[in-house]
């Protein structure tokens, strides 16, 4: 079996949601955290929080960076490092323009300068285990292969590709055809990531690229979260228990970090966003449509009977 990764997404698997899948769940080999960002200077502080050695004691996490020079790597590798992590990733794929546009995220593997940059930065650092999470390019998937190719010259725990475009977003297929031919040139560990719904969906991957060394779901572990531990255990699990179960856990958490309704609501709606294929239509639009907390619970507790 491979091990499996749970990918970060920003405004979903924050400290509390991992804790919480790790506890109930599990399956997992390490959580990756959102990624960590300058912002006038320094670390904001919700990134510093969210990587609190004291927020992930129990709970396998690697934190994830993103940067657009070599000053910024610099100063969130240190900053990152003296609170004791020796694992990081870096973050090259990115999607939103806000980042792209800036140079970060997958914006950054067409500035083949910076690119050069960095690969001196993981050398510099050779106490540090670095991994890279990537996409093909913005608009031009042969960025990808410049930059494999460039990280062939490093050793590093892995190199995660997602086979889109950061101009895609989540739109569109992924490109098979594009991650086989990084598959072929990379000479680091790859793994696989994009579009893993079911444990039927991994073992295809498995089947097409027999030597990769493991796979990384985001999307589709918030939508089933016992994705993992089916595919782990070979059987098949329902999954509305474990998200009622995860729900009410959060609602726990949360409410000692919120303030009022209006903040856990919009929150708890967010939980939801994955999840809507197992579900009639009818009641995932009350669950996400409700305006206030005593709508939304009548609409959850529909699931808990019907589960």
């Not at 109930?24 to 960590?36: E, S």
């Not at 320094?42 to 657009?68: A, G, H, W």
């Not at 140079?103 to 106490?127: P, T």
């Amino acid at each position: 079996m491979l091990p499996i990764y749970f990918a970060p997404l920003q405004g979903y698997t924050d400290d509390v949601y991992r804790r919480t899948h790790h506890d109930l769940v599990g399956g997992v080999a390490a959580y990756y955290t959102p990624f960590v960002r300058m912002e006038a200077g320094s670390i904001r502080s919700k990134d510093m929080r969210d990587i609190n050695p004291e927020n992930n004691v129990r709970t396998p996490v690697i934190p994830q960076i993103i940067f657009n020079s070599r000053k910024e790597f610099e100063y969130l590798v240190n900053r990152v490092e003296a609170l004791g992590y020796k694992q990081m990733d870096l973050n090259m794929g990115c999607p939103f323009p806000l980042q792209a546009k800036h140079g970060r995220g997958v914006g950054i593997l067409a500035n083949e300068q910076v690119m050069n940059d960095i690969i001196e930065g993981i050398k510099a650092h050779s106490n540090i285990k670095f991994s890279v999470k990537m996409r093909l390019g913005w608009d031009d998937n042969t960025h990808a292969l410049n930059v494999v190719r460039k990280l062939n010259s490093v050793e590093i725990e892995h190199v995660t590709i997602h086979p889109r475009t950061g101009e895609q977003q989540y739109k569109g297929c992924v490109d098979l055809d594009s991650f086989a031919a990084l598959y072929q040139v990379c000479e680091n560990p790859i793994i696989y990531n994009g579009d893993l719904r079911t444990a039927d969906d991994i073992h295809k991957i498995e089947e097409l690229f027999p030597k990769i060394s493991g796979i990384m779901i985001g999307r589709g572990l918030l939508g089933r979260p016992s994705l993992a531990k089916e595919y782990n255990e070979n059987r098949e699990i329902n999954p509305l228990p474990l998200l009622i179960d995860i729900h009410d856990a959060l609602m726990q958490e949360y409410s000692r970090i919120l303030k009022g309704d209006t903040q856990m609501l919009n929150k708890m709606h967010t939980f939801w966003d994955f999840s809507q294929d197992l579900m009639d239509r009818k009641t995932y639009k009350k669950i996400v449509k409700s305006g206030n907390m005593k709508n939304y619970l009548a609409a959850v507790n529909a699931i808990r009977i019907a589960k």
